[in-house]
């Protein structure tokens, strides 16, 4: 199997900036979208930017400006840059990636287990 492993969370004043990173435990093949989607408490996972192989990036308008996400393919890895923190910003972050497991093989899609953001004073 394999897992999306990340780090990076914590606690933020306002304004501040936190740098994600999410890795895949394991070689993969045929990787595609990967990107962040977060879900803060008593609400749905929503997206957060989401970036294809081509390097065309989807962001959600709430975090246009201030989120980067980026990638390194030869690493398997893709991060996301968040600069002006707000108390709004508060969630889970899961990671997000579509790949397959074998060469040649179905992509599917897969989460990492999520880490907690929270920006407060």
């Known amino acids: 199997q394999v897992q999306l492993v990340e780090s990076g969370g914590g606690l933020v004043q306002p304004g501040g900036s936190l740098r994600l990173s999410c890795a895949a435990s394991r070689s993969i093949f045929r990787l595609s979208d990967m990107g962040w989607y977060r879900q803060a408490p008593g609400k749905q996972r929503e997206l957060v930017g989401v970036t294809t192989s081509g390097g065309i990036t989807n962001y959600s308008d709430s975090v246009k400006g201030r989120f980067t996400v980026s990638r390194d393919n030869a690493k398997n890895t893709v991060y996301l840059q968040m600069n002006s923190l707000k108390p709004e910003d508060t969630a889970v972050y899961y990671c997000?990636?579509?790949?397959?497991?074998?060469?040649?093989?179905?992509?599917?899609?897969?989460w990492g287990q999520g880490t907690q953001v929270t920006v407060s004073s």
């Open positions: 997000y990636a579509v790949f397959s497991l074998m060469y040649g093989g179905k992509r599917d899609a897969y």
